[in-house]
């Protein structure tokens, strides 16, 4: 079957924070143009992967909106068109003129503010200021965009509970029809571990306390928690429209999706292949009309299925076990439903509310 979900790797940045390990360039504002030929050119190739009407596309990065603004109109122009169509984007990069630009062409812009606290975004290495961010949700609204999400992270090395507090709280003031609140983690031996290893440690013993407070603020203001790290308005008070992120929503249903651009993951059906982290030898290969270097990686059925309950058990919604129930250790599934962590029902699983605060390493245990 084709593929009806699209990433697209834009992997211009202004400066690299710390803690970050996504594949990104900094500035080379004089080869935005080569590269969207580029990108182009691989979404030709692989075109006959995709469905004639794809469910999302998904701008990532890098800074999307750094890109300069010519390039990044002519590459929006050129996507296939699809039922849910995301930008993401930094606050500091967001101005009316960029927003205007974005209005007609993009459905849902991810805004990553990540903290309100001058203090932590320093510590994070992050350029923009609560200001930034209100003023980027200010001009997006003026040009007609009406579906936001704000990016929160928790667990920064020097934050208190008062803190995330006023993070929440700020973010809801904004009114954002999706929030995004992640855990920090910071990849072992970078320098941002380096410089705050005994902090993160101390952070550690937090999280969960971090965690269910931004669930319980969330959920108190109407949102609705369906993944681990994500919540968007319920349809009751957004008019009926379902405002989950529809590409992520692919990816944790198992859905099999395209990916270009440099660093760029793809999976379909039983393969995976990821392109190079070089951008030299990305842009090359497709100026000479051929693929770029790619990382393969074959996946057995079994592995798939494993995904598929890890990813679905992140969701508020039963997972059908139709074909994967072969995988779950029975004697686990019963001990956790006896405990109130589990639910089964007519060929389906799901995590309680208690169950999906234990998250990952409960589902862990339930596989055989």
């Not at 596309?57 to 800074?63: A, P, S």
């Not at 849910?84 to 503010?113: F, H, K, M, Q, Y």
Request: proline letters at 5%; aromatic letters at 6%; glycine letters at 8%.
């Amino acid at each position: 079957m084709a593929a009806r979900h699209l990433y697209v790797h834009l992997p211009f940045c202004a400066s690299r924070c710390g803690y970050c390990d996504f594949v990104t360039v900094i500035g080379r504002a004089g080869e935005h143009a080569g590269y969207v030929d580029a990108l182009l050119r691989e979404l030709a190739l692989e075109r006959p992967l995709l469905d004639d009407e794809l469910a999302s596309v998904y701008l990532g990065g890098g800074t999307p909106t750094l890109t300069e603004p010519h390039e990044l109109a002519r590459l929006l122009d050129a996507l296939p068109r699809a039922a849910e169509v995301t930008i993401e984007a930094n606050p500091e990069t967001v101005t009316p003129e960029l927003a205007e630009l974005l209005a007609p062409r993009v459905d849902r812009v991810s805004l990553g503010a990540q903290t309100f606290s001058p203090r932590l975004l320093r510590t994070l290495d992050r350029v923009a200021q609560p200001d930034d961010v209100r003023r980027a949700v200010r001009a997006l609204r003026a040009a007609g965009i009406d579906n936001i999400s704000l990016d929160l992270i928790y667990g920064i090395p020097g934050q208190e509970p008062s803190d995330l507090e006023c993070d929440l709280a700020e973010a809801l003031a904004l009114e954002p029809e999706h929030v995004s609140a992640y855990e920090l983690e910071a990849k072992p031996g970078t320098r941002f571990t380096h410089a705050h290893g005994a902090e993160l440690e101390r952070q550690a013993e937090s999280m969960e306390t971090y965690f269910e407070r931004v669930v319980d603020t969330l959920t108190r203001a109407g949102y609705r928690w369906y993944e681990t790290a994500n919540f968007c308005r319920t349809s009751e008070l957004a008019a009926g429209r379902d405002l989950r992120a529809q590409h992520n929503l692919g990816y944790w249903l198992g859905r099999d999706y395209l990916g270009i651009g440099v660093g760029a993951v793809s999976t379909i059906e039983q393969r995976r292949w990821r392109n190079k982290p070089s951008l030299a030898r990305y842009v090359t290969a497709l100026a000479q009309g051929v693929r770029p270097p790619r990382e393969p990686e074959e996946l057995s059925g079994e592995t798939r299925a494993t995904e598929r309950v890890m990813l679905g058990l992140r969701l508020d919604e039963p997972l059908p076990l139709e074909g994967i129930e072969q995988l779950l250790d029975r004697a686990e599934v019963e001990r956790y439903t006896r405990l109130g962590l589990a639910e089964r029902g007519a060929g389906t699983l799901a995590l309680t509310r208690r169950g999906r605060f234990v998250g990952g390493g409960l589902t862990a245990r339930l596989l055989s």
